[in-house]
């Protein structure tokens, strides 16, 4: 049972990666064949699919009753989102930040995170027994996801975000191809995330740790490596645009579209001990763009260096309260 739980595992976090991919390049592909623009697509389909790893694990937890595990990987995916994967990027190369990222999105990913703890802590802000992100919390995060896909756009139509989307080559293929990968890559994502849950759930039980340790520890990371590949891909080719976009993106595609779905379907029961995670959220964000402003609208190799540093800290953190 060990063994078979630990390869299931891990091909669950292939199939979850490898899924996600399909499901883009598929969608992608049909997209650009219907005439519908390179950019537009890549501000949906695109995005969309480096936050369904997240999304799908999140489905699954929730429909099971796992809800500390669903939240846990929204949150532990946004910290490692900032913490590891910015700053793996910036020790490969130095990041330049335009001024639309310091002013909007970063500010915008600041605004969901806080919304979260709003609706969140019924217990701390309404004085009830039990704090909950119920179906209309999660539909009025829809609305502010909405809210910033209606910004993309308009940015889209400005031309502000034409650099950032200059590396996605859409490869037209034959419709039967690109259907393929779409359902190859549905399946994927559906199978992958079903055994990484189980997985959790299995190794949380037989150490002894909390499935919110699981899903801010190693689920997190798993399903930050659609994430994790492009940032390293946009460092090396120098496209400063494309690593920052992507995790700020990220970060607000998981709360407001991701923990929101999920909750809009499914009630999530919140564990206050989660608000020491929101408060890193919060934190690191905040520590951004401050570290941005104060280094000429860059993010230098030592702060990436500061930041790879801070997430192995905040993990030894988490193993201790776990």
């Given at each position: 049972m060990m063994w078979t739980s630990i390869i299931l595992f891990i091909a669950g976090f292939v199939l979850l990666v490898k899924g996600a991919d399909l499901l883009v390049d598929g969608a992608a592909s049909i997209a650009h064949k219907m005439g519908i623009?390179?950019?537009i697509v890549g501000l949906t389909v695109v995005a969309f699919g480096t936050s369904a790893p997240e999304l799908v694990v999140n489905l699954i937890a929730s429909t099971g009753g796992n809800t500390d595990l669903a939240i846990g990987n929204v949150l532990g995916s946004n910290i490692s989102n900032t913490l590891l994967i910015?700053?793996?990027?910036?020790?490969?190369?130095?990041i330049t930040v335009k001024e639309g990222l310091i002013w909007k999105e970063i500010p915008f990913s600041l605004l969901a995170v806080i919304v979260l703890f709003l609706v969140a802590n019924d217990s701390l802000i309404d004085g009830m027994d039990v704090s909950q992100i119920s179906r209309s919390d999660g539909l009025i995060m829809l609305a502010f996801f909405i809210l910033f896909v209606a910004y993309l756009l308009n940015a889209a139509k400005s031309g502000v975000?034409?650099?950032?989307?200059?590396?996605?080559?859409?490869?037209?293929?034959?419709?039967?191809?690109?259907?393929?990968?779409?359902?190859?890559?549905?399946?994927?994502?559906?199978?992958?995330?079903?055994?990484?849950?189980?997985?959790?759930?299995y190794f949380g039980e037989q150490l002894g740790v909390s499935q919110a340790l699981m899903g801010l520890t190693v689920v997190a990371i798993g399903t930050s490596l659609p994430e994790l590949a492009t940032a390293i891909v946009a460092a090396r080719k120098q496209h400063a645009d494309i690593v920052l976009g992507n995790v700020i993106g990220s970060n607000i595609f998981n709360i407001l579209l991701v923990l929101a779905t999920t909750a809009s379907i499914t009630p999530l029961t919140f564990s206050v001990e989660l608000n020491q995670d929101i408060t890193t959220v919060v934190s690191t964000t905040i520590l951004l763009l401050i570290l941005i402003l104060s280094n000429g609208k860059k993010i230098a190799r030592w702060q990436g260096g500061l930041f790879v540093g801070m997430y192995v800290v905040y993990l030894a953190y988490l193993i201790f309260r776990g």
């Open positions: 623009s390179s950019l910015l700053g793996v990027a910036a020790l490969i190369y130095p975000l034409d650099k950032k989307l200059d590396h996605e080559k859409i490869q037209e293929k034959p419709g039967w191809i690109s259907f393929s990968q779409v359902v190859a890559g549905i399946i994927g994502l559906t199978l992958g995330g079903k055994w990484i849950v189980d997985g959790a759930l």
